[in-house]
């Protein structure tokens, strides 16, 4: 069982930036992707980004790539999402999810996550 914390959410103006974290504890965190989903209001879960257990390997959705940055720090037991001029559409509750090493080395469905967090509101204001 891995248990997954997201904090570093809040109110943001539109152009600013947002860096946000996830605590993970339960397991070995290297052995587990991880990535970063969003849900905005009346909207499906999309992915946004994901980094392979080492750090090596990462993917971006087409709307975020240039703006955000994800990074995994093993010795802490955490990921992170720094979040650079954002935009009102980035507006969602975040969440990170774990996948297991049998899932592939950075997935990008969330179907292919094993453990979520609750999530973290972040608003960007126009």
């Known amino acids: 069982q891995v248990q997954l914390v997201e904090s570093g959410g809040g109110l943001v103006q539109a152009g600013g930036s947002l860096r946000l974290s996830c605590a993970a504890s339960?397991?070995?965190?290297?052995?587990?992707?991880m990535g970063w989903f969003r849900q905005a209001p009346g909207k499906e879960r999309e992915f946004v980004t994901s980094?392979?257990?080492?750090?090596?390997?990462?993917y971006y959705s087409d709307s975020v790539k240039g703006r955000f940055t994800i990074s995994r720090d093993n010795a802490k037991n955490t990921v992170y999402l720094q979040m650079n001029s954002v935009k009102p559409e980035d507006t969602a509750v975040y969440h990170c999810?774990?996948?297991?090493?049998?899932?592939?080395?950075?997935?990008?469905?969330?179907?292919?996550?094993?453990?979520w967090g609750q999530g973290t509101q972040v608003t960007v204001s126009s």
């Open positions: 980094i392979s257990g080492r750090g090596l390997t990462t």
């Open positions: 999810a774990a996948a297991g090493s049998h899932r592939g080395l950075a997935p990008r469905t969330s179907g292919n996550y094993d453990y």
């Open positions: 339960g397991r070995t965190f290297s052995n587990y992707a």
